[in-house]
């Protein structure tokens, strides 16, 4: 049996050549040409919602794939954008929407938002190594936390950024071997035990998130040897990763539906 260890090193010694992949696919290659062709003729964000491909496309490039459904939401967060710090997206405390509010910038840019590399090609990167993650968390969700930890280990400035989210905060939680009970624990005494514990700034050089990960790996292997875990858990729809309480609030807010 392949350990998550071994299966993460596989796919991150030749990370190119693993996305190299992806993209082949038949589905991934007929979706990613629509997108390209496409996207540089929407000039604001009627038509962006409106072009359910490339709706979609952008969505799961940003790993908001389950979220597609609350368009009225994903509305806001564009049409909104980020400029303003009281704007919906930078209210948000997951900050995958402020990203997409970023990608595709209409309220900053207008009809010329989609023409910047960001929103093209950078879209299309995004898409493929969201998309490597899922396949590769079919097989084994240790090794897709693993390589969503090391993708945004780079963006970690504090211990709220790892509580933020809920892919992080799982990888750090089972690295630690922390409780169960922990993650119900007092938001700010969750941060000042990791601020104690870790060393944050270790997570801006690659060679000590490569260690930090090898140890979750390890750790995974030892509390899921037969992978017997919901990957709902922390990246699909059973739980909503990354919906926290008052997203669902917000979303409850809005008339949901409509393009």
Do not use: C
């Amino acid at each position: 049996m392949t350990t998550t260890y071994t299966s993460y090193q596989q796919i991150t010694q030749n990370i190119d050549k693993s996305i190299e992949r992806v993209a082949q696919a038949p589905d991934v290659a007929r979706e990613t040409e629509y997108y390209l062709s496409n996207i540089g003729n929407i000039k604001s964000v009627d038509e962006f919602m409106a072009d359910t491909r490339l709706y979609n496309y952008a969505l799961k490039a940003h790993g908001l794939e389950d979220m597609a459904y609350a368009k009225a939401f994903i509305r806001k967060v564009l049409t909104e954008g980020v400029t303003k710090d009281d704007a919906f997206a930078n209210q948000l405390t997951d900050s995958r929407y402020a990203n997409l509010a970023t990608t595709l910038n209409f309220e900053a840019h207008g009809s010329a938002a989609t023409s910047f590399d960001k929103a093209q090609q950078g879209v299309v990167d995004l898409y493929m190594r969201e998309t490597l993650e899922q396949e590769a968390g079919n097989d084994n969700t240790g090794v897709r936390l693993a390589l969503y930890f090391e993708r945004n280990a780079s963006k970690i400035t504090s211990a709220m950024d790892i509580l933020a989210d809920d892919a992080l905060a799982q990888v750090v939680r089972t690295t630690l071997q922390l409780p169960i009970e922990f993650a119900a624990a007092d938001i700010d005494q969750q941060s000042d035990f990791l601020d104690r514990v870790l060393d944050i700034e270790d997570f801006q050089d690659p060679e000590k998130t490569g260690k930090f990960l090898e140890r979750f790996t390890a750790m995974w292997e030892m509390e899921n040897p037969s992978e017997n875990y919901d990957p709902l858990a922390v990246f699909g729809s059973s739980s909503g990763y990354g919906i926290s309480p008052d997203l669902l609030i917000s979303i409850n807010s809005l008339k949901l539906g409509g393009s």
